[in-house]
């Protein structure tokens, strides 16, 4: 078969479940480069501090970054893994704040915005640092599903309520290694 560089593969198995591509390459390429586009005219001369999300975003953080042209500071953040019990859904505390974020323009970098809660939460901790400003920056997000309203200033695309994996994206840990981003196909 011929190498990532050259072909998709149409259809991904990831553990027990089928992916069909959804997302290629180029059209993800595109929107990066759009959105860096934004930022680099929105925050020119702010310095800003990027706080790409692991591990989803690392993929993403890493192409968007290389199309960032202003100066500015990236550093990585995550969230803990164990799972809240509050009655407000899964809240997960965020981990690894390495900057002291205060009178710093924040953008968080985040692999994909589902129901929002993860992002509101996220919001919610950053601002008690006391940023100048915080902007969040999502590759996907799933316009059906949100739950809460969360401000998305940069996005690089809507996708339906279905579960994708790839592109920084995982399924139980695994899928996350590839270029194209593929919806799992229901059976
Ligand atoms: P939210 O709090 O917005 O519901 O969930 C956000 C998090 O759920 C994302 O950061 C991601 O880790 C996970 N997530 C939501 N939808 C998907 C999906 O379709 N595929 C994968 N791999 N993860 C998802
Ligand atoms: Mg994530």
């Given at each position: 078969m011929g190498?990532?560089?050259?072909?998709?593969?149409?259809?991904l198995q990831v553990k027990d479940k089928t992916f069909a591509i959804?997302?290629?390459e180029a059209e993800i390429q595109k929107e990066v480069r759009r959105v860096a586009a934004e930022i680099n005219r929105d925050l020119a001369g702010?310095?800003?501090?990027?706080?790409?999300?692991?591990n989803g975003a690392f993929?993403?953080?890493?192409?968007?970054?290389?199309?960032?042209t202003i100066p500015c500071e990236v550093s990585f953040i995550k969230l803990a893994s164990y799972q809240g019990t509050q009655t407000t859904g899964a809240v997960r505390e965020v981990i690894g704040l390495a900057k002291d974020i205060t009178g710093r323009h924040v953008v968080i970098v985040e692999d994909i915005i589902d129901s929002g809660l993860t992002m509101a939460h996220m919001i919610e901790t950053l601002e008690a640092h006391n940023p100048a400003s915080i902007s969040v920056c999502s590759l996907l997000v799933k316009p059906d599903a949100l739950k809460v309203q969360v401000p998305i200033h940069y996005r690089c695309m809507?996708?339906?309520?279905?579960?994708i994996v790839g592109y920084g994206l995982d399924y139980?840990?695994?899928?996350?290694?590839?270029?194209?981003v593929y919806t799992l196909v229901k059976d």
């Open positions: 190498s990532k560089d050259c072909e998709s593969m149409e259809k959804s997302i290629r702010k310095e800003p501090l990027f706080l790409p999300v692991l993929i993403f953080a890493a192409d968007l970054l290389r199309e960032v809507n996708i339906p309520n279905d579960f139980d840990g695994f899928g996350r290694n590839t270029r194209d």
